[in-house]
């Protein structure tokens, strides 16, 4: 008699379960907990595909900087020099009113000063 309560206490305990995760269709099915290892298995693989994924990112981000970065150093000794040269057309441009070098003056002064805007803007 204690063993048919046993019995009876069991089955009751798998129907909970079969309720809960689902009775399997066929004889073919996989064990909860062998489904649950190759799941295991499978975000192992998962989390070391998304570390190389994000090694592989951060080098290739990095690599952008270091260019970004050479590139604003050229941007910068490229305004110097045209900074320099308009200096030098400023001195060797009449200075008096109404002279024909003194739009072009003007015109490469707005120039310099809009270049120098844009690099203090990207800086």
Not at 40 to 68: G, Q, S, W, Y
Not at 73 to 78: A, L, S
Not at 80 to 88: G, M, Y
């Amino acid at each position: 008699m204690a063993s048919g309560a046993a019995n009876e206490a069991l089955r009751d305990r798998v129907t909970c379960l079969e309720n809960f995760v689902g009775v399997p269709e066929d004889d073919e099915a996989v064990s909860l907990a062998v489904s649950t290892e190759q799941h295991a298995i499978e975000l192992v693989d998962l989390r070391k595909i998304l570390d190389d994924f994000m090694t592989e990112t951060n080098a290739r981000i990095n690599n952008i900087i270091e260019d970004v970065m050479f590139m604003t150093d050229v941007v910068k000794i490229n305004l110097k020099s045209l900074e320099d040269e308009v200096a030098l057309v400023k001195k060797s441009v009449p200075a008096h009113p109404g002279s024909i070098g003194e739009e072009y003056v003007a015109a490469l002064s707005n120039v310099q000063t809009d270049l120098l805007q844009c690099v203090k803007d990207f800086s």
